[in-house]
């Protein structure tokens, strides 16, 4: 009801001496024959200062364990105002508008319906919210990547370098392609993830721990590139061009918080193994529903939602995909047909070796002590996740409804790019794919239309 009036709610799981190691947290939450009486510190909480209510990831019981932690919902209007006070703001580099700060509490009492589900259910009630936020979350950063192409288009567009402007430079050209290709395939990932979670509740928390991770590198490494088109103009802090700077800080912090990039992978690495003996090249493929970009759904159910995967039907998808490209699907990817077929069979093929990595993986692989070379599977599993997205959107688009996400160019574009990443060698594209994309870079461009899936008319 708070949210939906237009209040602020603040999620507090933070406690600096424990970093995402939340388990761990020292807050506590004693319980009373009233209530509970809260006491701690919060850390780098945002809007804790300015929001209604808090929700606080509390410890209830001393033992160590998964049921040692419960979830409170706190109104501060009940709160005593000489139990608690608000600690000084962070400062951050990036996402400077964010209210960074922290809480603490002394002794401070609560009723008893300030509880969350039942007493101890604070983990599991947790992970099951990450299913939702890491997708989530993510997925509305792309506007900011979106940002900052379009105002280095801008600037391709203005400045004039040797006579000429700078888009006639053939890096820059290729460099704004690869950003939108890459805003392309963070899209068809985040919108596969996002989806799941009401279509194959039962694999998300590998699907959203993906988009969590991933995202955030690849729109970082997509500032950085086009950084390198506006030159010093990167550096301005106002007029036309001065929006970028605030992306390129900003777009990073999307990995940090109570679900950074190495609790995502530490997430996705365990469940690795059992997805590689019960659901690569055996479970049943992704729902059509998964890939439709305005199709209704089904309302969401948290409870379906569960801590273990029990299915990769995105990843299932891709056995055979070569197969059909080269026979049913071949109509549709024309002179694309080879380059898309072979690619396609990298990625399987690159299933397979990451299967047989997985089955054999150590049992110490599988815990927080995972070592490198987990990371760098969990890396590669991401790639094919992505991969797997890309493919699913390109097969279920109707060239009457979107003629340029149902042609083959920008699946080539983007299979190749994640391809590359995975280090296996690459075929030739057809002549003209790029002048394709970037046609369509520049008509979204003039016509003030978004650069994701959606194409979308924008503000301004």
């Given at each position: ?151 280095a288009v801008g600037f391709a567009l203005d400045r004039k370098l040797y006579h000429r402007s700078v888009l006639e430079i053939p890096h820059a050209r290729a460099t704004i392609v690869g950003a939108f290709t890459d805003l392309l395939i963070s899209d068809c990932l985040a919108l596969a993830a996002t ?110 939602l569960v801590l273990v995967a029990g299915s990769d039907a995105l990843i299932a998808s891709l056995e055979g995909a070569a197969e059909s490209i080269a026979g049913t699907e071949g109509r549709r990817a024309g002179e694309y047909t080879e380059a898309l077929t072979t690619l396609a069979a990298a990625l ?67 299979l190749t790019r994640l391809v590359k990443r995975l280090g296996h060698p690459l075929p030739k594209l057809p002549d003209g794919w790029e002048n394709q994309l970037l046609n369509e870079v520049l008509n979204r461009y003039h016509e003030a239309r978004s650069y994701d899936l959606y194409d979308t008319p924008?503000?301004?």
């Open positions: 009801d708070l949210l939906l009036g237009g209040g602020r709610l603040a999620v507090a799981y933070h406690e600096l001496a424990h970093g995402n190691d939340f388990v761990r947290n020292e807050f506590s939450a004693t319980p009373t024959d009233d209530g509970f009486v809260i006491s701690g510190a919060k850390h780098v909480i945002n809007n804790v200062e300015r929001a209604e209510a808090l929700v606080l990831f509390s410890r209830t019981e001393e033992s160590v364990g998964s049921r040692s932690h419960s979830v409170l919902l706190v109104d501060k209007a009940v709160l005593p105002d000489d139990r608690y006070g608000y600690l000084p703001r962070y400062e951050t580099v990036g996402v400077r508008g964010c209210q960074n700060a922290g809480v603490e509490f002394t002794d401070c009492p609560l009723p008893a319906d300030a509880l969350v589900g039942k007493l101890g259910d604070g983990v599991e009630l947790a992970l099951r919210s990450f299913q939702i936020t890491r997708s989530v979350l993510p997925s509305m950063i792309l506007g900011g990547g979106d940002t900052a192409l379009r105002t989806r799941a979670v009401h279509l194959v509740p039962e694999a998300t928390s590998v699907y959203a721990a993906a988009v969590k991770y991933l995202l955030p590198k690849l729109l970082t490494e997509t500032a950085y590139d086009l950084s390198i088109v506006l030159g010093a103009n990167f550096y301005v802090r106002n007029g036309t061009y001065g929006a970028f700077q605030k992306h390129v800080r900003d777009l990073p912090m999307i990995s940090l918080g109570h679900a950074g990039t190495a609790a995502c992978q530490a997430t996705i690495i365990p469940q690795l193994p059992r997805l590689a003996r019960t659901a690569w090249f055996t479970g049943k493929g992704a729902p059509e529903g998964l890939f439709r970009i305005r199709d209704g759904l089904p309302p969401l159910d948290p409870a379906r399987e093929d690159e299933l397979r070796s990451l299967q047989a990595e997985c089955r054999d993986m150590a049992p110490k692989d599988r815990t927080v002590l995972a070592s490198p070379k987990a990371y760098a599977i969990a890396d590669r599993y991401t790639l094919l996740l992505a991969g797997a997205a890309c493919l699913g959107v390109w097969r279920h688009q109707d060239p009457d409804d979107d003629p340029f996400l149902a042609s083959p160019a920008w699946l080539a574009a983007a924008i503000a301004g």
